[in-house]
């Protein structure tokens, strides 16, 4: 018998050990650490307690996953409540950037507005969204400012000053009009990489379009 037919006997006849008691004493394994020769039983013990640290560290990982989503929640919760009241893009933009550099661990936030009907240093009137290739508008992206097209997007957002390693754009539509860029900034290059959720991202983008509509209905 080669090993396969081994492997599918001792399968699909668990007893197997039951009847050769004398056999099962008799087996030695190497350690998987020490390689020294440990009985089938220490084996066996070694493999549950791996498997049992491997649901342990899936468990963590879990608890807290739910401990930042419930934290992310607050926080979403928080700045929709102080987008809410606002009257104006002016307050509305100041509370959403000052919210995100408070609460999001953001070092520069900023909306590039595609008209120029505001004062707010905090909205930034563009004639045109700076050219990003590959980009069609519909997701948000983030990256390191290496990349020489974000780093064109934060020369037009937070000027020639700002120390930034990685910035996260998310576009602004109101239905199929695109009215802005959320753009935001941290100092780190790894903050906001390729592979992140942008899902929050969006999310505040379209709260921002949201708003910007219930104001200009308020206003007709």
């Not at 037919?5 to 001792?10: I, K, S, T």
């Not at 933009?93 to 936030?109: G, I, K, M, P």
């Not at 505001?118 to 519909?138: C, F, Q, T």
């Not at 290496?146 to 996260?168: R, W």
Request: hydrophobic share 45%; proline share 4%; charged share 20%.
């Amino acid at each position: 018998m080669d090993a396969q037919q081994v492997v599918e006997f001792l399968t699909a006849h668990p007893e197997f050990f039951n009847e050769q008691t004398e056999l099962l004493e008799s087996l030695r394994l190497r350690h998987p650490t020490t390689g020294e020769a440990i009985s089938l039983l220490e084996r066996q013990n070694l493999l549950l307690r791996d498997q049992l640290n491997q649901s342990q560290d899936v468990l963590e990982e879990l608890i807290r996953n739910a401990k930042r989503n419930d934290r992310l929640f607050k926080q979403v919760r928080n700045l929709t409540l102080a987008i809410i009241p606002t009257q104006s893009m002016t307050d509305m933009a100041y509370h959403v950037t000052n919210r995100l550099v408070s609460d999001f661990e953001v070092h520069y936030a900023c909306i590039l507005w595609l008209a120029d009907d505001s004062e707010s240093l905090a909205i930034r009137p563009v004639d045109r969204l700076p050219d990003l290739p590959g980009w069609d508008h519909k997701q948000a992206l983030c990256g390191p400012v290496a990349t020489p097209s974000l780093a064109n997007l934060c020369q037009v957002a937070f000027g020639t000053q700002a120390d930034i390693g990685s910035v996260a754009a998310a576009p602004i539509w109101q239905q199929s009009n695109l009215l802005g860029m959320l753009v935001l900034a941290n100092q780190s290059a790894d903050h906001f990489v390729n592979s992140m959720d942008t899902l929050f991202l969006n999310h505040v983008a379209n709260l921002i379009a949201s708003k910007y509509q219930a104001l200009n209905n308020h206003t007709r």
